[in-house]
């Protein structure tokens, strides 16, 4: 999915990370709001740590958007929505 042409947010999170469940609806909302323009996929980094360290996942949560399978922005640590919305402005439109 990384590699799809349509741009991808990925949000690496844990179950035991209260930042990151904080986060989880605010990712729902705008996964709605966004969706014509982007995905976004949780990759649980207790479950799949591989794949955290292959993204060199160092904090959580992090979310990392790709585009054509490539980093283009990562953003790390717990945000507002009005804050995601400010950061994935210029890839969303």
């Not at 980093?71 to 804050?83: C, D, M, N, Q």
Request: proline share 5%; net charge positive; aromatic share 10%.
């Amino acid at each position: 999915m990384i590699a799809s042409k349509k741009r991808c947010l990925v949000d690496f999170y844990s179950l035991g990370c209260g930042p990151c469940l904080m986060l989880a609806p605010i990712l729902d909302e705008l996964g709605q709001e966004y969706s014509q323009y982007l995905t976004i996929f949780k990759v649980d980094t207790d479950k799949y740590p591989t794949l955290a360290s292959k993204y060199a996942i160092r904090a959580l949560p992090t979310l990392v958007l790709f585009e054509n399978g490539k980093e283009v922005t990562r953003l790390v640590g717990l945000l507002s929505k009005g804050e995601l919305k400010d950061a994935l402005k210029p890839f969303v439109s």
